[in-house]
Each structure stands twice: as structure tokens, then as C-alpha cells.
């Protein structure tokens, strides 16, 4: 029988202070500087998951909902949403949080990651029980996403 884990053993937070070097050629926030952060947050989580090395399978989703600059406080926020035998979902919600603490979703993403053995090959990882309502409406639409980004393989996407 699989170990089963629960979504807040492996929720993890990072901070970063946004600086000059992160910055685009239009004053914000670079996306790829964004996108690097999310991608090494999913795989903390997933490791955290699944106690070994993963592989970034796919972006799923990346939304951008607001700009970030110079100077703002970016959070990242990442669980796992969903798994199967050896990959796991992994949403990364960002915020911008302002001096007194209040925080701004400006962007959420989905990963599929990979769970890997010595030799690259995939191994399996833990169940995972959603215990609140919100994990169990995220875990349904997880397995809707899954179908589709298995039907845009299919279809050479």
C-alpha cells in the first residue's frame, strides 16, 4: 500500500525582494525571472512530497494578473494539488505583499512534476488526501486538467 501524505505536509512560502536585475525592459517584473522562482518552488514542494528527485514535466498554467516592480515584496505559495503514480500537480500561487502585510495574487501556476530515480526513470510517489473542501475542489479539477494536458500530448501540443 502507498504512503499517503496530507497537502500542508509539503506547503512551503518563500519570500523575495524584487531588484533591479529582475526587472524587463518595461519596468516590471520579468516573466522569465517569475517563471524560474515558481519552477524551483514546485520542485521543493514536490521533493517535500515525494522524498526524492523530481523533473518538471510540463506547465500546465501560468497566468499573469498583475505587475510587480522594483522594490515589492513577492510571495510564493506552493501544494500539491493532485498525483498520480509518479508525477504530482503543484499550484504556485504568487502575491505581492505590501508594507503592512496584505497580499495581491498576481499570478498562479500548475506544474506536473516527475518523480525520478538514479537512472532519470519515473518511481512512485505518495497518495495524497485533501482534507479540506477547498483540497478536495482543487483535487477534482486537477484530475480535469491531467485528461487535458494528456489529450494536447496526444495531439502533438
Known amino acids: 500500500m502507498r504512503e499517503i501524505k496530507k497537502v ?6 518563500q519570500q ?4 533591479p536585475a529582475h526587472i524587463n525592459h518595461y519596468g516590471r517584473l ?8 515558481i519552477d524551483e518552488l514546485a520542485g521543493i514542494v514536490a521533493i517535500r512530497h515525494c522524498g526524492g528527485t523530481v523533473t518538471t514535466a510540463a506547465i500546465d498554467n501560468l497566468q499573469f494578473q498583475a505587475p510587480a516592480y522594483t522594490g515589492d515584496m513577492i510571495v510564493l505559495q ?38 525520478i530515480n538514479c537512472k532519470g526513470e519515473p518511481t ?27 489529450q494536447r500530448r496526444q495531439e502533438g501540443f
Open 30 to 37: 520579468f516573466g522569465g525571472q517569475l517563471l524560474k522562482w
Open 78 to 115: 506552493g501544494m500539491v494539488t493532485y498525483v498520480g503514480r509518479t508525477s504530482m500537480e503543484v499550484r504556485v500561487d504568487t502575491y505581492r505583499e505590501a508594507l503592512d502585510g496584505r497580499r495581491e495574487m498576481i499570478n498562479r501556476a500548475y506544474m506536473d512534476m516527475v518523480c
Open 8 to 13: 500542508s505536509d509539503s506547503f512551503t512560502e
Open 124 to 150: 512512485e510517489v505518495p497518495d495524497l488526501l485533501p482534507e479540506t473542501d477547498e483540497q478536495k475542489q482543487e483535487y477534482e479539477a486537477a484530475q480535469k486538467r491531467k485528461q487535458m494536458r494528456k
Open 16 to 19: 523575495y525582494l524584487i531588484c
